[in-house]
């Protein structure tokens, strides 16, 4: 069974730091790509950013576009979302999507982000 966790969440003053993690497991496809989301109270779930493990290539939604960097260790199917200058509209619960080779897509179950003012 294909699972996917996310953990690193937390508590920050705007400007601070975190980093989220997406550990994946169930799966041994080197083929894949990994996105990142997020959704604020009230709004829709956005696409910020996505990691294909083919060619290490990565994109960024504009909001968070020199800021936020997508990396992954393969060897342990993590990937990982560092953030920076977290600002109070970057409150959010985060969640990581995996897209395997098969088609299938998988979500984790979201942790929360809350940046303070």
């Known amino acids: 069974e294909v699972q996917l966790v996310e953990s690193g969440g937390g508590l920050v003053q705007a400007g601070g730091s975190l980093r989220l993690s997406c550990a994946g497991s169930g799966f041994t496809s080197v083929d894949y790509t990994v996105g990142w989301f997020r959704q604020a109270p009230g709004k829709d779930r956005e696409g910020i950013g996505c990691?294909?493990?083919?060619?290490?290539?990565?994109y960024y939604a504009d909001s968070v576009k020199g800021r936020f960097a997508i990396s992954s260790d393969n060897g342990k199917n993590m990937v990982y979302l560092q953030m920076n200058n977290l600002k109070p509209e970057d409150t959010a619960v985060y969640y990581c999507q995996a897209r395997l080779a098969t088609g299938r897509t998988y979500w984790g179950q979201g942790t929360q982000v809350t940046v303070s003012f």
């Open positions: 990691f294909s493990s083919t060619d290490g290539s990565t």
